[in-house]
């Protein structure tokens, strides 16, 4: 099974609760907007990918990768270019992956998950308005102690 984007259903909402995602800041738990929440969910591999918020002023875009528990809270920038007349291109660009250490081994896994959400990952866009979505991975994986 591939990752798809979709609303968060509202059968999988005490499980949206229970991954433990926190804000931005990494000081409160992340809200749930019932019917407006968005993530890139494969169940098949237990893994979600999940913005996290920030992207203004000096503060990076985060979005976690949930897998099996592991939360790998990503560094991203969104670019493109085009719009809904001509269709829109998105360029997602990882900027920074810690990978738990007790994940460590599986970090190629990982970055092939991490490849695969974000192929599939519309954010703003409306699906009849994309033209294509590309990935770019700008560093590499630095394995962390899990918090």
């Not at 918020?53 to 985060?62: L, N, R």
């Not at 939360?71 to 360029?91: C, F, K, P, S, W």
Request: proline share 3%; with cysteine; charged share 25%.
């Amino acid at each position: 099974m591939a990752f798809v984007f979709e609303k968060v259903p509202e059968k999988d909402y005490e499980f949206f609760k229970s991954m433990g995602l926190k804000n931005f800041w990494g000081t409160d738990s992340l809200s749930l907007s019932k019917g407006d929440t968005t993530w890139c969910a494969n169940r098949e591999k237990n893994a979600y990918l999940v913005a996290i918020g920030g992207g203004h002023a000096d503060i990076p875009e985060y979005h976690d990768l949930w897998w099996n528990g592991h939360i790998v809270r990503m560094e991203t920038l969104e670019a493109g270019n085009g719009n809904y007349d001509t269709g829109v291109n998105i360029i997602w660009i990882i900027k920074k992956i810690p990978i738990p250490r007790s994940i460590w081994i599986y970090k190629d896994d990982v970055l092939q998950m991490i490849n695969e959400a974000f192929s599939v990952d519309l954010d703003w866009c409306r699906a009849e308005h994309l033209k294509s979505i590309s990935v770019k991975i700008e560093c590499e994986p630095e394995m962390v102690e899990e918090k």
